[in-house]
């Protein structure tokens, strides 16, 4: 069975980077689409980026100067960076794993509440 | 992008009952992207619905998805205790992803 668990500082001060790691279980991370999601009581669900084993990576226009998703094979597990954060970016972070041809997020993680504040 | 619209907010129902889920989108979704989640709080949000109409593995057979272009309905037949939740669609026809606001499925 596949499981993700997000892990990472719950509260960040702002102008400062915010960082996640998800980790996986029940599968390798390699030929798979990784991705991060967020969800605010303002924006909703939100969709921040992907990464895939061969480096590519694609982003939200509304995050894409700011956020780098990037994925370490031997620990299998991928990170978020989210820099110059302000109370705007508190959210629940979650991470997925995208299904190819279901084009569907298939297996989420619990999700954890990042608070930015000082 | 898409923005998804999502009615109602809240659906108050009883077991037993029926539930009609609409999802709407700001312009057409190509090629049938658009699925939907259930998510219960403290649990991880679960894909139901992919392609519009397609369960994924283990959802029972009350959940269906319809519809095209810019409309689209997640329909639960008869409403079990346990599917009581909040409904999201989402939509990869047009990048980036986007989510629908969801429709919370409220005890009555």
């Known amino acids: 069975q596949v499981h993700l668990q997000e892990s990472g500082p719950r509260l960040v001060k702002p102008s400062e980077t915010l960082s996640l790691t998800c980790s996986v279980s029940?599968?390798?991370?390699?030929?798979?689409?990784w991705n991060w999601i967020r969800q605010s009581p303002v924006k909703g669900l939100e969709w921040i980026g992907y990464?895939?084993?061969?480096?590519?990576?694609r982003y939200n226009p509304s995050v894409r100067s700011r956020a780098t998703v990037s994925l370490d094979t031997s620990k299998n597990q991928f990170t978020l960076r989210l820099t110059s954060v302000t109370a705007a970016d508190t959210a629940v972070y979650y991470c997925?794993?995208?299904?190819?041809?279901?084009?569907?997020?298939?297996?989420w993680g619990l999700g954890t509440l990042v608070t930015v504040s000082s | 992008e898409v923005v998804l619209t999502q009615s109602p907010g809240t659906l108050s129902l009883s077991p037993g009952e029926g539930a009609t889920l609409s999802c709407r989108a700001s312009?057409?979704?190509?090629?049938?992207?658009l699925n939907w989640y259930q998510h219960k709080p403290g649990r991880a949000p679960r894909l139901l619905i992919y392609?519009?109409?397609t369960r994924a593995t283990g959802i029972p057979d009350r959940f269906s998805g319809s519809g095209s272009g810019t409309d689209f309905t997640l329909t639960i037949s008869r409403l079990e205790p346990e599917d009581f939740a909040v409904y999201y669609c989402?939509?990869?026809?047009?990048?980036?992803?986007?989510f629908g606001g969801g429709t919370k499925v409220e005890i009555k």
């Open positions: 997925a794993k995208w299904r190819e041809g279901a084009n569907a997020f298939d297996v």
């Open positions: 029940g599968i390798s991370t390699i030929g798979y689409y």
């Open positions: 990464i895939f084993h061969t480096g590519s990576s």
């Open positions: 312009q057409s979704v190509p090629n049938t992207y």
């Open positions: 392609n519009v109409a």
């Open positions: 989402q939509q990869y026809g047009t990048a980036p992803v986007t």
